[in-house]
T-cell receptor
Framework: EAEVAQSPRYKITEKSQAVAFWCDPISGHATLYWYRQILGQGPELLVQFQDESVVDDSQLPKDRFSAERLKGVDSTLKIQPAELGDSAMYLC???????????????FGQGTRLTVV | GENVEQHPSTLSVQEGDSAVIKCTYSDSASNYFPWYKQELGKRPQLIIDIRSNVGEKKDQRIAVTLNKTAKHFSLHITETQPEDSAVYFCAASRIQGAQKLVFGQGTRLTINP
């Protein structure tokens, strides 16, 4: 069964350092999401791509966070510089198509647990 | 933008009893409402979803109801089993458009043997 792949699974970094996460969605999925999940809370959408275009990044702290999906396939989320409050699980998800399509299920990856010290 | 509120935050029931989790949403244009289950240390996985053209959907022991007028939807689990213990998240989205998927805060369900 196809899965969303994320790496690394765990990352410990010092504050003010740069950190990057990678996501490979299920093949053929046009929509890709990055979520942040703080322990005990629901996933919060950071950025959403439709193919290589950003369709929503309203909750992305753009002074330190950036995301790209250059070829419309895999994606990278970067934080620079990392802050203590960035410690969380970063989840990537993908779904087949965006607009006006019935199959809207989002499939999640295992996530990257980030600890900033 | 859409805002999803979920209650309760924790729920403990005896094995075999029913569990109900409730969510409200703010955007009347939302028309897709999935429920995800997240076991400890694992990824969220879809367990059931409902679209706004129906009021109820059932899959074995799990059912979801939707009240569009009141803008709330609920997850019902009957004959609960220990493996139902997990965190459950509701979400809301639009099938048409940018399909932003907004989640509730989650409910930690514990099934007591």
């Amino acid at each position: 069964e196809a899965e969303v792949a994320q790496s690394p699974r765990y990352k410990i970094t010092e504050k003010s350092q740069a950190v990057a996460f990678w996501c490979d969605p299920i093949s053929g999925h046009a929509t890709l999401y990055w979520y942040r999940q703080i322990l005990g809370q629901g996933p919060e959408l950071l950025v959403q791509f439709q193919d290589e275009s950003v369709v929503d990044d309203s909750q992305l702290p753009k002074d330190r966070f950036s995301a790209e999906r250059l070829k419309g396939v895999d994606s990278t989320l970067k934080i620079q510089p990392a802050e203590l409050g960035d410690s969380a699980m970063y989840l990537c998800a993908s779904s087949p198509l965006g607009t006006g399509f019935m199959n809207t299920e989002a499939f999640f990856g295992q996530g990257t647990r980030l600890t900033v010290v | 933008g859409e805002n999803v509120e979920q209650h309760p935050s924790t729920l403990s029931v005896q094995e075999g009893d029913s569990a109900v989790i409730k969510c409200t949403y703010s955007d009347s244009a939302s028309n897709y409402f999935p429920w995800y289950k997240q076991e400890l240390g694992k990824r969220p996985q879809l367990i059931i979803d409902i679209r706004s053209n129906v009021g109820e959907k059932k899959d074995q022991r799990i059912a979801v109801t939707l009240n569009k007028t009141a803008k709330h939807f609920s997850l019902h689990i009957t004959e609960t089993q220990p493996e139902d213990s997990a965190v459950y998240f509701c979400a809301a989205s639009r099938i048409q458009g940018a399909q932003k998927l907004v989640f509730g805060q989650g409910t930690r369900l514990t099934i007591n043997p």
